[in-house]
């Protein structure tokens, strides 16, 4: 079953807090070299036919207008996997 | 007077919300998420809650549902619509509202009695306060954080969309203080914090006079019944 997958990222201006949380354990275990955390979404959209450029369309159409929120979020890409 | 309430899947005080116009005079109608009809409401609320559990990002599932496209559709025509935490973050994904919302800065799900300034007393939700008014009315909210871009936070500071601030306390980290915002015409307004719990003498907020008697959150109802009165 072809799948495609869309990965999205908070815009890289806005506090990321989940990401915030993760940096600051890996501070507190001594992984001191690493200096940031961001965390996105990645979402596998599954269909039952080829995936052809009408389709792909729709869906880099989906990602932008449900799966992200403009505003706050980046579609950083689409892809098939 | 009749003012709808829509349900989500998820949402909780929408039978708060449905009380609260009771107790303000006017008839609350109940609205289901699934059907394309507003009963010939005169507003609406959207209530708070989680739908959808908050997933894909709070309130953007509940933003998509089939009455959402109906309810765009009256707030393009002026009428009444007011969103309150779960109800202010679906607005915020239906773009009827600037902004959205993140998870709140310091990670915590957070309730408190709090503070707000009502900084624009002429929107259809807030014609009974004054502008500068303080009150008191319950937050509760994990997803709180408002945010917008530069551009947008310049913008609607001047247009006077803000429309409530955080005082003493920023609980979540939103961007300016803002607690509340409405469209450039007024007639749609969001807030995280919940007035419909400080409607009723003993089961709001505690005030200086005493305990639980905070009933700031009436004046929200009052706001859109002489709305309504003037338009009718």
């Known amino acids: 079953m072809p799948t495609i997958v869309v990965e999205v990222m908070p815009k ?11 940096a600051g354990a890996l501070t507190r275990l001594g992984k001191t070299e690493f200096s940031g955390v961001r965390i ?6 599954t269909v039952d036919r080829p995936v052809d450029d009408a389709l792909l369309e729709e869906v880099r159409e989906l990602a932008v207008d449900m799966f992200s929120n403009s505003v706050i979020e980046d579609v950083v890409s689409v892809t098939v996997a | 007077m009749r003012i709808g309430v829509v349900t989500f899947p998820g949402s909780l005080d929408d039978r708060d919300a449905q009380r609260a116009v009771r107790i303000a005079g006017a008839t609350p109608v109940a609205l289901w998420h699934g059907a394309h ?7 609406i609320i959207l209530p708070g809650g989680f739908s959808y559990g908050d997933y894909l990002r709070a309130g953007a599932i509940a933003s998509h549902s089939p009455i959402m496209a109906e309810i765009i559709d009256a707030a393009g025509k002026g009428v009444p619509v007011l969103g309150i935490c779960n109800g202010f973050q679906t ?17 915590q799900f957070i309730r408190r009695d709090q503070k707000l300034r009502v900084e624009n007393a002429t929107t259809a939700w807030t014609n009974a306060f004054e502008t500068g008014d303080d009150i008191v009315i ?7 954080r408002f945010v917008a871009d530069a551009e947008t936070l310049k913008r609607i500071e ?10 003493d306390v920023n609980p979540n980290g939103s961007l300016n203080d803002i ?3 409405s469209n450039e015409r007024g007639n749609v307004v ?18 200086a006079e005493a305990m639980s008697s905070g009933t700031d959150g009436l004046r929200f109802f009052a706001s859109v019944m002489t709305t309504l009165g003037a338009i009718a």
């Open chain 2, 138 to 144: 319950p937050m509760k909210n994990a997803d709180g």
């Open chain 2, 158 to 167: 001047g247009e006077g969309q803000v429309v409530f601030r955080y005082v």
């Open chain 2, 91 to 107: 607005l915020a994904e239906a773009r009827l509202v600037p902004g959205a919302h993140t998870r709140n800065a310091h990670q």
């Open chain 1, 12 to 22: 890289a201006e806005l506090l990321d807090p989940q990401g915030k949380a993760v």
């Open chain 1, 40 to 45: 996105g979404k990645r979402f596998e959209v």
């Open chain 2, 179 to 181: 607690a509340g915002v």
């Open chain 2, 37 to 43: 009809d507003l009963e010939g409401v005169d507003a």
């Open chain 2, 190 to 207: 969001g807030l995280m914090p919940h007035p419909e719990h400080a409607t009723e003498p003993g089961f709001g907020p505690d005030t």
